[in-house]
């Protein structure tokens, strides 16, 4: 067990670019989350992926944000034209299959975005 | 829904002293409770997490924390604060089956100082 890691650690990027972000869950956990956390905050939900079904999006999540889990494993979570605004902390979160040890999120360390 | 507050932004307590960092909450469903703790430029690492089992809940580092339904109230304490405990808290809600899920509601988090 490895723990969930995410790539890279900071990215630094001007306004208009496209940057993507990656996660790497912990094996055999089938659920994946990503949260936005912005300075001051607590995490804000983003989005959910249930194996490679992405079933619940937050309202957080405009037309610019997309992300992925195309084999279940491992996740990316894309900006296009980035803005000052999305500057903050990704993270991301993986759970095992609903049950007794379902209840756990396990965070990785984040991705610092900042936008210039 | 679900809400979190976190009753103080800032915690400053001497080493050796109690540790109270203060969490209510709101859910339509019961509620599965959280506590998770983060260190600069690092991601949350759970310290306890109330599942609807004893009310009393023993975490990590000598940490504990009491779920009060009368009060909607999942207090954090820790006897005796060390240096190390420097850090921000923040409290966490979930309802899985109650339309989610399983995503984390977050507060916006407690920033604990420890003087020597």
């Known amino acids: 067990d490895t723990g969930v890691s995410q790539n890279p650690r900071h990215k630094i990027t001007k306004r208009g670019q496209n940057v993507t972000f990656r996660c790497d869950p912990i094996s055999e956990h089938n659920r994946l989350y990503w949260y936005r956390q912005t300075l001051g905050q607590g995490p804000e939900f983003l989005t959910y992926f249930q194996n490679e079904a992405q079933l619940e999006k937050s309202r957080l999540l405009s037309d610019r944000f997309s992300a992925e889990r195309p084999k279940g494993s491992f996740s990316t979570l894309e900006i296009q034209r980035t803005e000052q605004g999305d500057s903050a902390m990704y993270l991301c979160?993986?759970?095992?299959?609903?049950?007794?040890?379902?209840?756990?999120?396990?965070f990785g360390p984040g991705t610092r975005l900042t936008v210039l | 829904a679900q809400s979190v507050t976190q009753l103080g932004s800032h915690v400053s307590v001497s080493e050796g002293a109690l540790v109270l960092l203060r969490c209510n909450y709101s859910?339509?469903?019961?509620?599965?409770l959280f506590w998770y703790v983060q260190y600069p430029n690092q991601g949350l690492q759970l310290l306890l997490k109330?599942?609807?089992?004893?009310?009393l809940v023993k975490g990590i580092n000598g940490f504990e924390a009491e779920f009060k339904k009368s009060e909607t109230s999942f207090h954090l304490t820790k006897p005796s604060a060390h240096m190390s405990d420097a850090a921000e808290y923040f409290c966490?809600?979930?309802?899985?089956?109650?339309?989610?899920?399983?995503?984390?509601?977050f507060g916006k988090g407690t920033k604990l100082s420890v003087k020597p």
């Open positions: 966490a809600v979930s309802a899985p089956g109650g339309g989610s899920q399983g995503n984390l509601i």
């Open positions: 979160a993986s759970s095992p299959p609903f049950g007794p040890r379902g209840v756990e999120q396990f």
């Open positions: 859910s339509s469903v019961p509620p599965y």
């Open positions: 109330y599942t609807s089992a004893a009310t």
